[in-house]
T-cell receptor, first 112, second 111 residues
Framework: DAGITQSPRYKITETGRQVTLMCHQT?????MFWYRQDLGHGLRLIYY???????DKGEVPDGYVVSRSKTENFPLTLESATRSQTSVYFC???????????FGSGTRLTVV | KQEVTQIPAALSVPEGENLVLNCSFT??????LQWFRQDPGKGLTSLLL?????REQTSGRLNASLDKSSGRSTLYIAASQPGDSATYLC??????????FGSGTRLLVRP
């Protein structure tokens, strides 16, 4: 089935390590997004991409790096993980950018 | 800075009751407003989209209204069922590919 897949589903990492969260979509949507969800904050946008090789910062980009060499993939890298980056991370895609969002099932990341 | 607030944070109702979830936003210059449903351990599912020029949208037992001038939206759920139990999130789009989410209302419909 077409969809949006995130991996891994769960990840525990140590402070200071680099970790990459993967996101893959099969619709060829132009727009892709990374959000983090924390208790009391709802979802906050980390980075988004309007097309391959085009990315831009969201509300909370510090400590994160993204790339988009192919339309279908949008990995999120934490260069040096901190405890404050413990969160649930959601990837989403959209053909329009402003609506018609499809979300992945999330990656629960714990930094110890 | 746009802020989105949802009240109440949690709601418990008996099955069959009609209910209203509230969403307020601070800046009326929005592109659209969207309601999502989130089940535990799952991603978000889009429920309703209201464009800035619209007043309401309906899908089955769900009806969402939008009053831009007062910065408010409501999600009305008719004849609630246990399967409606989930967290409901509203989000406003600023028109620059950025959704601003509220913290959600956690709904429990008791059989």
């Amino acid at each position: 089935d077409a969809g949006i897949t995130q991996s891994p589903r769960y990840k525990i990492t140590e402070t200071g390590r680099q970790v990459t969260l993967m996101c893959h979509q099969t619709w060829s949507h132009s727009y892709m997004f990374w959000y983090r969800q924390d208790l009391g904050h709802g979802l906050r946008l980390i980075y988004y991409s309007a097309a391959a090789d085009i990315t831009d910062k969201g509300e909370v980009p510090d400590g994160y790096v993204v790339s988009r060499s192919k339309t279908e993939n949008f990995p999120l890298t934490l260069e040096s993980a901190t405890r404050s980056q413990t969160s649930v991370y959601f990837c989403a895609s959209s053909s329009t950018g402003d609506y018609g969002y499809t979300f992945g099932s999330g990656t629960r990341l714990t930094v110890v | 800075k746009q802020e989105v607030t949802q009240i109440p944070a949690a709601l418990s109702v008996p099955e069959g009751e009609n209910l209203v979830l509230n969403c307020s936003f601070t800046d009326s210059a929005i592109y659209n407003l969207q309601w999502f449903r989130q089940d535990p351990g799952k991603g978000l599912t889009s429920l309703l989209l209201i464009q800035s020029s619209q007043r309401e949208q309906t899908s089955g037992r769900l009806n969402a209204s939008l009053d831009k001038s007062s910065g408010r939206s409501t999600l009305y759920i008719a004849a609630s069922q246990p399967g409606d139990s989930a967290t409901y999130l509203c989000a406003v789009s600023t028109g620059s590919y950025k959704l601003i989410f509220g913290s959600g209302t956690r709904l429990l419909v008791r059989p």
